[in-house]
Every structure is written in C-alpha cells, then in structure tokens.
C-alpha cells in the first residue's frame, strides 16, 4: 500500500521503519526536517508538507500531544483538507478522548476514515514491531488498516466501531502503568528502609502474583535508577493522567487514584523531572522518606 | 516429622491436611473444636489445649490477626511457655512487624526459634498446595522448616535471617494487591460507563503488559461482582493496610496510595462490607459514579 507517516519520533521512527520493512511505499513528514533521513535512506519517500504525505490510502500520526495532531489534522494543507475521499486517517498518538471525537466527525463530513489505533509499548518495543495495539473505527477501515497494524505490532486489538474507545482504552491503560510505577515506588521505599534487599524484593513479586511484564520492566527501571534517557517522559505522563482525568470528569467517574498520580507527576516535575522518563515517579515516596536529596 | 499446627480457619484446614499428606504427625488445635473433626478424620491428632499442640518439634500457627496470635503464643499453656527448647514455632499468620519483632524476641529467651513464614495465596491455594512462601529466620531453623514449607506451598523464597522482613514483604505485598483491585476498580467504572465491554478490556490487559495473576484473578473476582463468600474478607484487607501503614510510621516512609486505600477499606466497611471479599473495594469506583445503589 502506498501510504504517509507523519511524525518521526522515538515511536514514529521504528514504527514507519517496520511498515517500509513489510513492503509498503512510506512517504515520511516530520517538522524536524533531519529526522526523516534516516527513513529515507531506508526507502521512504520525503514529504515536503503534510499535504504531500496524504498522497496514498492511508496517512498514520504518532505525535506527542493534541496540540501537535489537532495542528497536523486540521491546519491548512493537513490531513482533513489533504487525504483524498475514502483514506484512512489512522491516528497512533495519545490524544484526549475528545480531540479523537473531534476527528471522527471532520474525517466522516470529509469522506475520509479515522481509526483510532494507540500503541502500547516503549521505544524498543515500537523499533522490534512488538507493540501492543487497540483500534477502534467503522469495520471496513480497520480491515484495511488491519495488515499495516500488523507490520508494527504483535498484537492487535479491535475493539470497537466508535474511534474514541480505543483511546479511552489507551488512557486508562496508562492510568494503570502509572499506578504500578507509584505503587512499586511506595513498596520499595519501605523495603529498602527497612534494609531488605530490594531485588531479592522485586524477584518475589515478578515470579509469583505479579509476574507481568509491567511490574517486570519498570521494577528494573526503578531498580537501577536510571531515568535518563526518557523512553516515556515524565511531561507525557503527567498529560495521559490529566487525559484520563478529563475523560473521566466529562463522564462523571471519579478516581482516587489517578487524582494522586496527578500530583505525584506535578511534584516531579516541579523537582527536575521535565526530561526524566515517567518511572522516576517512584523516586518521589524515597525522597519523601528522608532517602534522597533533591 | 511431629508437629503442632494451630487455627483451622479456610487457610489452616488446607495447609494442615497438605502436612499429612506428606506424612507428617500433625496434631491440630483450634478454639472452635468442630473444626478440628476433618482434619482427625485425616489422620491427624486432636489437641485438647494449645499446650499439647506443642509437644513436637515445630507447631504453626494460621490465625486472623495480631490479637490472637499473641493470645495463642504469649498466654498461660501458650506456645512460647510450651514448646521444647530448639523447638521452632513457624507464623503463617499475616501479623505486624511489631509482633514478629516481639515474638521473635520471646522465642529466642525461651530458647525456642521464630521462622517467620507468612504465605502468599487464597484458600484454594491453601488447599492444592500451591502457596507462594516467603520465609524468614535463623538459617538452621528455616533449614529444619523447609521440608514442612514446602509441603503447603509450590514456592519457598527464603528471605533473611530477621524473621520481621518476611512479615514486612508480605504485609507490602498485600498493599501491591489492593492497589490492583482499587486501580482495575476505578479503570473498569470508566470503560464501563463509557460503555465499553468490559471483558474485552480486562482481556486486552491481561494478555499484554499485565498479564499476571493478581490482575487475572482480581479482575475475574470484579467482572463477576461475586463477593460472597469471602475468600479473604475485607476486615483483613482492612488490617493489613493498617499493618502496613503502621510498619512504614515506624520506619518514617510516608506511603500516599496505602492512605487512600485505608480510607478506601473504611468506606466499604461503612457501607456492608463487613462479610464481603476484598476485593468488594472495586465496586466503590462504580458506586462514586452513580452506576450502582448502597
């Protein structure tokens, strides 16, 4: 399939990699003009506008934010005024349950598909094409996505006909890792306090009730204590729990626990966590304790 | 070997009648007499008093809470007065750190040994043999422990030679638990409120990034809305917050997640939780966003 990629970050790179791999034409766009080199020394084409990136059927999206899909989206030259009638828009990025009820409307008054297909996994997993994916859109647009979501993932979940529940899905699934990561950082600020051995600590755990890959990767993360580089950066998190927040405030479902990790995210932002991957959370129950300076 | 084994309680009966199996001499002792009929039926011998429970060379003990292990151990004909010198009394019981320090303390004036061997695992467990053990104390004890151990549980993690950090990985552990039942609780009145299926949503989780059992066996105990009977009520769920929350005061670890669960435990105690399972706590979510009455 002749397709666009627009936005050419640590996910977007390795996704759009993975597509070229599987066969496909990729016409790459990134405002950072120097990132698309290395997708067109793999084969990609070059996009000089996002206009031009909605030449072929399809046109994915990974961007940070809403500001930065809504711009892509609906700006001029973007996707709604670029991508022929019946193309697929097929939004990848975190965004706000609203902005995904936002694009579903303007893609169907233009003829042209969303499906909402947010990713589950961190830079390695987006690079190795074992991303976790939930889509969401009208059925013969998820058919047609369905072989290019195959090409960047290992599983694949469709989930519904309405775009918006794949993101509520994603968010709430943040919601949940970020729980994890606080909880693991209560939990190993007491053990560690006590003078248990920590990683004789998190070995109980993972083989036993929580042998998941998420109490796995991120007791590691907090284990080792190395934050830098962000795989997942601590302002993204602070922006999915404030997503899911607002979702859930727009259908009155109040949660405790998201309410906490929203300031337990101010606080680590407010302490140097602007360029720390989220799971340096749980550094903040350590300092509480008297365990860490700063 | 001959042993003593008090509090035939859903955990005790399951654990005790895996000791037989092994061929183990074990006589049983539990306040209600009744309870003791199956496990005699089985082989084992009724004691008329906790005093006689000890007459081998180890004696366990399975009880509800703090207040009765200290009665079982501490009173008049209690273990601490009973048991042979060398003798080794192993608590299975969930109990404080405080008391695990205490008793360890009168044990080791008696001239007696504390294995500290809390187990991980609901009554079904108990009754395969398939708990997860995390035991702790001196190494000879926990070494003449071990055969025993491992007859009731399908893992034995030996911790450290201070029998209280088996108590404290245990009481930390059951935090991590009700952080999962709280979580998945307020993420399921989401999706479900947003009229997402449910099921679909716990099954896109647990076969991706929490594919592990506590998220497979609280979700399905949630999903259901089965609580009765209880196969850990929620009063004990209740304790072990406060169990926890007490052992980080003493160690000065402010724990923000465990805070809001107790508060959690005392709306669902406020509200019938009396004889519910705890993992009732989910239905909070649901009730705080008007999905279900009382």
Redo the contacts between chains.
């Keep these: 399939m002749k397709i666009g990629f627009i936005g050419l970050g640590r996910m977007g790179s390795g996704m759009a990699a993975n597509l070229l791999k599987a066969g496909h034409e990729v016409i790459v766009y990134n405002r950072t003009r120097e990132k698309m080199a290395p997708l067109v020394a793999k084969g990609a084409k070059p996009a000089a506008s996002t206009a031009e990136a909605c030449a072929g059927e399809a046109v994915f999206t990974m961007l940070a934010n809403d500001d930065a899909v809504a711009e892509v989206a609906f700006g001029e030259g973007g996707i709604v005024a670029s991508l022929k009638p019946g193309g697929i828009h097929i939004s990848t990025s975190t965004i706000s349950v609203a902005l995904a009820e936002r694009l579903a409307e303007a893609h169907g008054k233009a003829g042209q598909h969303l499906v909402s297909a947010p990713v ?1 996994g961190r830079p390695e997993a987006a690079e190795a094409a074992q991303l ?1 994916i ?1 889509a969401a859109g009208a059925a013969p647009a998820v058919g047609t996505a369905k072989p290019l979501l195959e090409a960047i993932g290992q ?1 694949l ?1 469709a ?2 006909e309405t775009p918006k ?1 794949a993101n ?2 994603k968010l ?2 943040n ?3 970020a ?1 994890v990561i ?3 950082g ?2 190993m ?3 560690g ?2 003078g ?2 920590r990683a ?2 998190l ?3 993972t ?9 796995k ?1 991120y007791g590691a993360l907090i284990s080792a204590g190395k934050f830098e580089p962000p795989g997942f950066a601590a302002p993204l998190g602070h922006k999915d729990i404030r997503l ?1 927040l607002a ?2 405030e727009d ?8 309410s ?1 990790l929203r300031d ?1 995210f101010i606080t680590l932002l407010a302490n140097g966590g602007d360029n720390l991957d989220w799971s340096a959370l749980a550094t903040l ?1 350590e300092r ?3 365990m860490r300076q700063g």
């Excluded at 083989?207 to 109490?215: E, H, I, M, Q």
């Excluded at 259908?251 to 998201?258: D, G, M, N, Q, S």
Aim: aromatic residues 10%; charged residues 15%.
């Design positions: 589950f976790s939930v599983k979940f989930v519904s529940d509520l899905i709430s699934g919601f949940l890792i729980t606080e909880s693991l209560e939990a600020a007491l053990i306090k006590a248990i051995d004789q600590y070995e109980i755990l083989s036993t009730l929580f042998g998941a890959p998420v109490y990767t899911v979702a859930a259908l009155r479902v109040p949660l405790p626990i998201a906490l337990r129950a509480d304790a008297g």
